[in-house]
């Protein structure tokens, strides 16, 4: 009997083992799966933020490839651009080049005219200086003196007799050109009187050949005029001929503009 009670006794302390090993190993296997089921929230967390990570890289992967197509086009607005721009850029150096060769050739211009103005302004003087010694000549002052006193005393000839108040100039032929002759000269200053006037249709500033033996020798224009008789200047001789070998009464022709 005593040994019945010892069975039961070592049977009840391995019982009690076996329920103490039970409940640890319980515990032990709940502890495992809390840990697990920690690391699978962890793995599953993971594996979220990389989805939302591989959303946002494809975002950004999407972002990129429109900014590539975007730069993309940019890149061909520029170069066509760049190309009108280098069209442009040549047609303006070709311009420019244009330009340059105007502005040398009106530089030379300008230089011929400075050139030609500075002739003409010593010629101008010296023609200014000449113009007072002309109209200071004997001649002049002769002519003068005759159209002053056409002007006092009324409309008269010096060659020929006094015609009426009423004069009136003869009817035009419808020819430009008037024959005449020089009455007097003076050789130094290359002045003439001439027998034509205003009644002849004479004009200031008319041109006149001068002939001698029926040919031209020399050219003149008319300075003043009188009545019927007018002064001219002889500002051309042909062959080298000089004013002195004008004959007086030599006939003249007057291009009536």
Do not use: W
């Amino acid at each position: 009997m005593n040994k019945n009670i010892l069975n039961i006794i070592i049977l009840a302390v391995c019982c009690a083992l076996l329920i103490i090993s039970v409940f640890f190993s319980f515990e032990r296997v709940k502890t495992m799966e809390f840990n697990f089921n920690r690391k699978r929230a962890a793995l599953v967390k993971e594996n979220l933020d990389l989805k939302d990570k591989m959303g946002s890289f494809e975002e950004a992967a999407s972002r990129n490839q429109a900014e590539k197509v975007k730069v993309a086009d940019e890149a061909k607005i520029i170069e066509e651009e760049s190309a009108r721009i280098k069209e442009k850029d040549e047609i303006l150096r070709s311009e420019y080049e244009q330009l340059i060769k105007k502005y040398n050739s009106f530089s030379e211009e300008n230089k011929s005219l400075a050139q030609q103005i500075t002739v003409l302004k010593n010629k101008h003087s010296a023609l200014g200086g000449y113009a007072d010694n002309i109209e200071k000549a004997p001649l002049v002052q002769e002519v003068k003196g005759l159209i002053k006193k056409e002007q006092n005393d009324g409309i008269k000839n010096v060659s020929q007799d006094t015609p009426p108040q009423n004069v009136q100039p003869p009817p035009s032929t419808g020819q430009s050109d008037i024959l005449g002759k020089i009455i007097s000269i003076d050789y130094k200053n290359n002045l003439a009187v001439i027998d034509l006037g205003r009644r002849d249709r004479v004009k200031e500033s008319d041109s006149c050949i001068i002939l001698k033996d029926g040919l031209e020798f020399a050219r003149g224009e008319v300075i003043k005029t009188g009545y019927n008789t007018s002064a001219i200047f002889i500002n051309e001789l042909k062959h080298k001929n000089t004013v002195a070998d004008i004959p007086e009464r030599s006939a003249v022709i007057i291009q009536s503009s």
